[in-house]
């Protein structure tokens, strides 16, 4: 087993690009990410109503998260996002696998809200990694 074990096991129904369930080996140092939203690091957000840049954006700002812990997108296991509207995951799904193995994806959560801190913003994604420890 790698650090990171990501399955869908048979007794619960098939899934479309997440993973079940994931299992970190003892001795992984964890790592939690804030909500990062699509806003880039000199402030400016990306286009308002662009499903696709938005996203991007929220991920990019997770991998510079990432890295800052010592982190890559194959050690994430976990990712939540925070949609305004769950009519979006084809777009969201798509920009996520520019990120993730989409033959090893991580496990995932999608929740709907009512909106987020600003309203131009439309996705807020987090993650959780795992970091194999030498």
Do not use: C
Request: hydrophobic share 45%.
């Amino acid at each position: 087993m790698t650090h990171i074990e990501l399955t869908t096991p048979r007794t619960l129904p098939p899934t479309n690009g997440y993973s079940q369930v994931a299992r970190v080996a003892a001795g992984s140092r964890l790592v939690w990410t804030s909500g990062q939203v699509p806003i880039a690091g000199n402030g400016e957000p990306a286009p308002a109503g662009d499903w696709a840049a938005q996203t991007r954006q929220a991920m990019q700002n997770v991998g510079a998260a990432l890295a800052a812990a010592g982190a890559t997108w194959a050690d994430v296991f976990k990712l939540t996002f925070y949609v305004v509207d769950t009519s979006a995951l084809p777009t969201v799904r798509a920009v996520r696998d520019e990120f993730v193995d989409v033959d090893r994806p991580p496990t995932s959560t999608l929740v709907q809200v009512a909106g987020l801190f600003r309203p131009d913003l439309l996705i807020e994604i987090e993650a959780v990694a795992a970091v194999a420890e030498d």
